[in-house]
């Protein structure tokens, strides 16, 4: 049984452009969610996709998107970046009505 | 919405002694309670979990306790060794979104270090 992968593992970018993370969901599990973890901070729930269709949100800007796809991989697209978004991605994913929510090893991206 | 706080921030102790950190949550609607350890350059891994309907569990050397009134909850590690060392932190679920999985709320961590 395959982890939640993500990648990139790191990433630089420079303030004003666009991202494009990845993450492939583990074996079995079709629920899909993303967190932003600033460094010293507890994870932050950016939003949740469920059947490729957005399943909650948090507090969040609409310059973050994502996408799932049909064998339940996810993409997080963040536009504009700021300063500010330089931080841990993480992804996370669930069995359909489960609780447990197992995370990959994140995408670190620096705006600079 | 939801808001967990943890304490300690940091939590030092001797290899072997007990550890314990404690997050009381603001919302009577949660239900589920995972505790996460991250260590440096990682995602979390989840080592214990509880549901509303428990007050207690426990798996080897870790333990978790709710108390649903006072809306707190707690994570104890017994017999602590070295490899103890990461960043702990709870986090609070009204269990599953419509469909799928959950939104957890999390807590602001502790650094557990564990001294030989």
């Known amino acids: 049984e395959t982890g939640v992968t993500q990648s990139p593992t790191h990433l630089i970018k420079t303030r004003g452009q666009q991202v494009t993370l990845r993450c492939s969901s583990q074996s079995g599990h079709n629920t899909v969610s993303w967190y932003q973890q600033a460094l010293g901070q507890g994870p932050q729930f950016i939003f949740q996709y469920y059947r490729e269709e957005e399943n909650g949100r948090g507090n969040f800007p609409p310059r973050f998107s994502g996408l799932q796809f049909p064998n339940y991989s996810s993409e997080l697209n963040v536009n504009a970046l700021e300063l500010d978004d330089s931080a841990l991605y993480l992804c996370?994913?669930?069995?359909?009505?489960?609780?447990?929510?197992?995370f990959g090893q994140g995408t670190r991206l620096t705006v600079v | 919405g939801e808001n967990v706080e943890q304490h300690p921030s940091t939590l030092s102790v001797q290899e072997g002694d007990s550890a314990v950190i404690k997050c009381t949550y603001s919302d009577s609607a949660s239900n589920y309670f995972p505790w996460y350890k991250q260590e440096l350059g990682k995602g979390p891994q989840l080592i214990i979990d509880i549901r509303s309907n428990v007050g207690e569990k426990k798996d080897q050397r870790i333990a978790v306790t709710l108390n649903k009134t006072a809306k707190h909850f707690s994570l104890h590690i017994t017999e602590t060794q070295p490899e103890d060392s990461a960043v702990y932190f709870c986090?609070?679920?009204?269990?599953?979104?419509?469909?799928?999985?959950?939104?957890?709320?999390f807590g602001t961590g502790t650094q557990l270090k564990v001294e030989l």
């Open positions: 986090a609070a679920s009204m269990g599953g979104l419509t469909g799928g999985g959950n939104k957890l709320t």
């Open positions: 996370a994913s669930s069995s359909q009505g489960g609780t447990e929510a197992f």
